[in-house]
């Protein structure tokens, strides 16, 4: 060999081994250093002896020509992903997205995720390197640290009877619920229950299905969680290969229960998992194409299940050396026992090649026509109906952007109804001059919404698409349409985008219309929900959402709904991409509820959870619960990464404060001072020797006590001395526990005045009460034994007796855990709640507390109000234990009930723990912070 050639070749083989993306401003010096070497070799290489010596040298000895110009993960980021992934291309999630990841997440999608035909170039260095630059995610750290359920999961694993077992809620994909508890006479009282929080996520995109007690998701990672419907708890977990992004459906046994889930992941296989030994019983690939992926859910229908096959072949051909495009969409059906295929039918014919594109790389055509939704089973007439996506590449195919119909039996197409024709589009289309990109591309009119089955004095497939447009096809006459008409304007995401619903009458229609096409953009939005008669298509009402998005938001917002909505006979439910999920009158559009999820979330598992936009699947009504996920990375959306559940309250019946018990070291004085200062009348008096019968039970241990009980206009307040409590003990302002009662009387007959007379001591600032400027002027007092109370005076009195007990006040560290956990006592929600209470002057002269920042919640308890307040500064703080209720302050609040058995029995199925069951009409309980309550029934 000629020495220049051999050296030549030694060079240029390390060469190839460097990372091929090296970017020009480094390539420069390196092609210097190159040359330099390649002339000293020359030089060098006088005989055959130093020439040997020199490979040898040069083959075992690491020469670092490269180090110098090997690049940071920020430069190869800038390099390989900023463009798509700053906004260029829209199905891209958000750099501030791709922070929430963890390195080997971010690794893991580079070389064998969605974006493994991106991260062939790389090498597994650099690869490294970026993930490393983009994740924020301390991998070190344990993702699920709590939320395990503490019973035996395996009995919880029987006789489980399936509530929701697929996707579109029945075989025809109507999304429509008929027996929900949730309606709109109680819809007010929906109420956060739990959140469970995906770990290591960016989306939560499985839909739940629910059988018996347990709820089945999976995560972004090809996680399975069976989860506890109560409580969110995990009752046990499977790992996939690869992240889950449909719903899992549940197989049955002969009775009926639930006993197997079936699902797809993003590699396209499908598993079968035995749901009481947690076994995998079979798993199988159903597309050897190398980006072929599940995105619509199975459908499993008399031991068959039914496999919609879609892929990202559309994003790997922004690459322009990649060969683009050579998968086709499909339909597969698998025994459900074994996993073995009974038939397989295309959606295109098989690709050929089609040219050379701009680089010099081959085309391959017809392509795509994906199915990413989950398919329709028509039993009646045994077919199966699926909507198609666009073309990948030219040219294009009359099963494109259309409503296939097949046999269950063998697969075969019995007809197809194209809408839009000539639709080729990829991904490389969102750049100028994509190579890939197809001549006269576009629209990408997908119908990602699965057709739905009516009946009615007509049968009728219901199909909505991207385009904004709703089609009504007749499945007897070869799905001649019926009827058509516009819903929005369509665009990227719709348009119609993941999913609508029906009850047989009326067709509810969720529109995006956020981001619009060139061609479109002079068109009107609708983005929002619609209903349509579905005999004609004629409109019944129309909600268009206004926009709500903050100005200056960094993630893509929009008040349009893109995914899919649920429906029961009074309600529809839908959230929207900028957060908010609404629940809207099946009667005329109007929002009858709504929840932001724009906020960080506590969760069941120990995870941190966030809230974010709500797209791909929709809500989950099982009962009075309600399941959905929320946070979704990609189209630049919000992330986010939890499940919550929702659930309306069961009716209590608490109807009133029936008395506050205060302790107190002197009993008469006492008796005289609010007797002279609040009105109130002495109304029975009592002596105990020792604990009675439901005292016992909850294991309270006292001395001897004295009681009177004082009877006011609508409340009372029971005062008690134990034998041998001389101590006085003061709670500060800010203290934790039940803090003062409040009582309301007219100016013209000030309760402040007669406190200060009776030797009360003034908390507040000022020889009078704080005039706050609406009517009420207010002040904090203590009395003789030093415990506070709260006065106000009122200009114009809402009563016309001389006082009024006005609220209870409860002071705590956690204001959230004890307005759940009241929410639930009460069966209602708060009145009201505030939550940045500050930079007020004259509440800092009520408090006597410069600087105040507090946030209250304040609950209608009937006869009075039940005000919680949290300090945040000064900052409440926690009691290390429950304060003894022979010290002196408020001891207890005691709530009257009309039905003490029934009431006791919601609380313990939800979960309240109680100290005691109930003896006579009496039953005792604690709160989250201790605080002791009483449940007590007053008898005929």
Known sequence: MNQKLAI??????????????????????????????????????????????????????????????????????????????????????????????????????????????????????????????????????????????????????????????????????????NDAQINARNVGNLTLKWAFAFPEATRARSQPTVAGNTLFTASQHGVIYALDTKTGCVRWTF???????????????????????????????????????????????????????????????????????????????????????????????????????????????????????????????????????????????GLLYVGTGENYTQPTSENSDAIIAMNLSDGQIKWVRQTVGKDAWNAACTMPNGANCPENFGPDFDFGAPPILVSGQQDLVLAGQKSGMIYALNPDKNGEIVWQTRAGRGGIMGGIHWGMASNNQTLYVPVNDREAYEADKHKPAFPGLHAFDVADGKLQWSMVEKNRCPEGIKWACGSGLSAAITATPELVFGGALDGILHAYSTQDGKI???????????????????????????????????????????FNEKAGNVLLCFETLPKSSIKSISHV???????????????????????????????????????????????????????????????????????????????????????????????????????????????????????????????????EQLDKPKFTEDNWIGHVAIVTHDIDRLVEFYTQLFGNKPINRVDNIKNNPKLDDIANIDSLKLRGAWFNVGNMLLEIWQFDNPKTIANAKPIPFTQTGYQKI???????????????????????????????????????LMLIEKKE
């Open 8 to 177: 030549r070749y030694i060079i240029t083989t390390y060469l190839a081994r460097c990372p091929s993306n090296i970017h020009s401003e480094g390539f420069k010096p390196l092609a210097m250093d190159i040359g330099r070497l390649f002339n000293l070799a020359i030089n060098f290489l006088k005989t055959p002896i130093k020439y040997i010596f020199f490979v040898i040298i040069l083959l075992s000895f690491k020469i670092d020509i490269f180090s110098k110009n090997t690049l940071t993960g920020e430069e190869i980021y800038k390099t390989n992903c900023s463009f798509c992934h700053n906004g260029a291309v829209k199905e891209a999630p958000k750099f501030e997205s791709l922070q929430l990841l963890s390195s080997n997440a971010i690794i893991k999608t580079l070389t064998s995720g969605v974006m493994k035909v991106q991260g062939a170039s790389l090498s597994p260095k650099d690869r490294k390197l970026v993930a490393e630059f983009i994740s924020k995610i301390d991998t070190q750290k344990p993702q699920i640290i709590a939320g395990t359920c503490d019973f035996n999961d395996k009995k919880s694993a029987k006789n489980l009877a399936v509530k929701v077992s697929n996707w579109g809620m029945n075989l025809s994909n109507q999304r429509f619920v």
């Open 239 to 381: 790992q996939a290969e690869d992240e889950i992004r449909s719903a899992i459906s549940i197989g049955t046994d002969k009775n009926g229960n639930a006993n197997r889930l079936y699902f797809g992941d993003f590699k396209a296989n499908v598993y079968a998992l035995d749901i009481q030994t947690r076994k995998l019983l079979w798993k199988k690939k159903i597309d050897s194409h190398e980006v072929a992926t599940i995105t619509g859910s199975l459908v499993l229908h008399q031991s068959r299940l039914y496999i919609p096959v879609s892929s990202t072949e559309v994003i790997s051909a922004y690459n322009p050396k990649y060969q683009c495009c050579t998968f086709r969409g499909s339909v597969v059906a698998l025994d459900a026992e074994d996993g073995s295929q009974i038939w397989k039918t295309y959606t295109t014919e098989e690709p050929k090649p089609q040219g050379i594109n701009a680089k010099g790389t081959q085309n391959f055509g017809p392509s795509g026509a994906p199915v990413w939704s989950s398919p329709t089973i028509d039993l009646k007439r």
């Open 592 to 634: 009858l509820w709504e929840f932001d999820a724009n906020k960080e979330f506590t969760s069941v598992n120990g995870v941190k959870g966030n809230g974010g936009a709500f797209d791909s699947s929709g809500p989950v009504i099982v009962g009075n619960q309600l399941f959905v996920n929320s946070g979704y990375a990609k």
């Open 661 to 791: 018990s205060l302790s107190v070291n002197d009993l008469d004085k006492s008796v005289q001072f609010y007797e002279k200062v609040t009105g109130l009348k002495e109304a029975s008096k009592t002596e105990i020797k020792k604990p009675i019968s439901v005292e016992q039970l909850a294991g309270f241990q006292h001395h001897n006590r004295k009681a009177v009980m004082m009877k006011g206009n609508n409340g009372q307040l029971e005062l008690i001395h134990f034998e041998g409590n001389n101590q006085l003990s003061v709670m500060p302002v800010q203290g934790s526990g039940i803090t003062h009662v409040c009582y309301q009387s007219p100016a013209t007959n000030s309760i402040y005045e007669k406190a200060k007379a009776n030797g009360a001591t003034v908390v507040s600032r000022g020889n009078s009460p704080v005039n706050r400027g609406f009517g009420i002027q207010y002040a904090y007092i203590r009395d003789a034994n030093n415990i506070m109370l709260e006065v």
């Open 894 to 932: 005691a709530f009257g009930v009309e039905n003490l058995e029934e009431d006791y029995k919601r609380l313990i199925e939800n979960g309240v723990n109680f100290l005691s069951k109930p003896i006579g009409n009496e039953v005792y309980l604690r709160d989250p912070d201790g605080n002791l």
